[in-house]
């Protein structure tokens, strides 16, 4: 197969365009290389190890089948990364700061930041919770200021936005060691900003962040209730993003949430890509848990490891510390770490029964969470677009209530004992083979677990 035309190479990414998410298209395939590789072979060049490998796995088929469509044939498709030879440019060693780049002797004092070696976008456990944040921060990544700007993480406490925040530093500077990088928390923002103030030295506080390449601001709800400091932080936006410079932002709560937010930031947080972290599901739970195994040289079976991703549901620093903790407890007590020692260390882990649920207040939960509205469920007319969540909304209302079939009709139009039994048993099925059904009924019976 000869290289290929420019008007083939199009037709290629008009099909992959036609079959990908935009998001996922405009990520990874808008400067997607295809280069000759030989007879019937082709060559996708990528930046690193982690890219080539990541690419293979979003892309392989879709590239097959479009050459299918185009050729009649699928050519041999090979990922690889640019001059494998050629080692990529070292990031800093995880025990120094990274540069910090004062502007002048009258430069503010901010404290260098230090980039956590194990928060890396290899060492990042993908999954259905965070997958749409993790393609958005390594898409920044590779292209700052083109794509999303600003980029605004939002999620729990504990379920990997630091992570991600420092794998972009990473990932930028290891691709131009001389990019300037600013990472830090919005609390040392808003005292450096204090500090210069007091000490008249707003010129080299300024100077510090507004000529950085890229700032990286985590916790950016810190700015709750700070007026000055928001007002501060808005004309610091609006210089970087004038200027071409990216912006990557964290938050425990989405924008519109963050109390006494100013108006027209709240406009600037909202202006770029908004990619909410949620709590991770238990497949992802357990592969975070083998991975935490297996970097620490822990032999651990896989119903121990199962066990505790069970008990631990919502935050994956809880869930790494309940592993150490029985380790730790093995060690100490010259024990195997097996599923007996496990259960009697986690003991206390596990959630206690909470008040009984009403049919009504799961409605509301699961309508809230899908974006729907209670009297859809309620309604005699059942439609189409409300059916996945309705058919879930009915499975777990017969979960966490003592309802009937028929009870549980009268809440949903009326329908018959047969209609509640159906979408049940639908759900009960789906539930082995389908991993995004299963993380959606985990987060609503978490959000049930609260009230």
């Known amino acids: 197969m000869s290289p290929l035309t420019h008007q083939e190479k199009e037709k290629i990414l008009s099909i992959l ?64 990364v640019s001059d494998e030879g050629t080692p990529l440019p070292a990031p800093p060693a995880p025990a120094e700061p990274a ?42 990544s590779e292209n700052p200021a083109t794509l999303y700007n600003p980029l605004f993480i939002h999620g729990g406490v504990g379920l990997g936005k630091t992570h991600l925040l420092q794998g972009v ?23 450096g900003f204090i500090y210069a103030i007091q000490k008249n030295k707003l010129e080299g506080f300024r100077a510090r962040y507004r000529r950085a390449d890229v700032l990286v601001v985590d916790d950016i709800h810190f700015l709750a209730g700070k007026e000055g400091s ?100 093995a060690a100490l007590s010259k024990r195997a770490p097996d599923l007996e020692l496990a259960k009697e260390v986690l003991q ?31 309604s005699r007319r059942w439609t189409k677009s409300t059916s996945y969540a309705r058919q879930v909304c009915v499975y777990l209302c017969r979960k966490h209530t003592g309802a009937s079939l028929d009870e549980l009709g009268s809440h949903f139009g009326g329908k018959d004992h047969t209609t509640m039994l159906y979408s049940i048993r639908k759900i009960e099925k789906l539930l082995s083979t389908e991993p995004g059904l299963r993380a959606d009924v985990q987060r609503l019976e978490q959000e049930l677990g609260r009230r």
């Open 17 to 80: 365009e036609s079959k990908l998410d935009p998001k996922v298209y405009d990520t990874w395939c808008r400067s997607l290389e295809i280069e000759s590789a030989g007879d019937n072979a082709f060559r996708v060049p990528t930046a690193n190890p982690f890219y080539r490998d990541w690419l293979e796995k979003l892309l392989r088929k879709p590239l097959e089948d479009a050459f299918e469509q185009i050729f009649g044939c699928a050519p041999e498709i090979i990922f690889q």
């Open 99 to 140: 540069p910090a780049r004062p502007e002048g002797p009258d430069a503010a004092p901010a404290p260098d930041f230090l980039l956590n070696a194990a928060y890396r976008f290899d060492t990042f456990i993908e999954g259905p919770s965070n997958r749409m944040a993790f393609a958005a921060a390594v898409a920044v």
């Open 169 to 191: 530093c990473h990932a930028v500077l290891a691709r131009n060691p001389a990019a300037k990088v600013q990472y830090l928390s919005c609390e040392d923002f808003v005292n």
């Open 230 to 329: 928001q007002e501060e932080f808005f004309h610091t936006f609006n210089t970087l993003h004038l200027a071409g410079h990216q912006v990557i932002l964290s938050s425990d709560q989405p924008a519109e949430d963050i109390r006494s937010l100013k108006r027209h930031l709240l406009s600037r947080f909202k202006m770029g890509f908004d990619a909410r972290i949620m709590p991770p599901s238990y497949e992802t739970r357990l592969a975070i848990l083998r991975g935490k195994a297996d970097a620490r040289g822990w032999e651990v079976a896989q119903d121990v490891l199962g066990y505790v991703a069970s008990v631990v549901e919502t935050n994956i620093r809880e869930l790494e510390g309940a592993l150490t903790k029985v380790m730790g407890y």
């Open 348 to 378: 206390e882990a596990i959630p206690a029964p909470g008040p009984s649920l009403s049919v009504p207040q799961i409605q509301q939960v699961t309508a809230r969470y899908f974006g729907k509205k209670v009297s859809e469920f309620q």
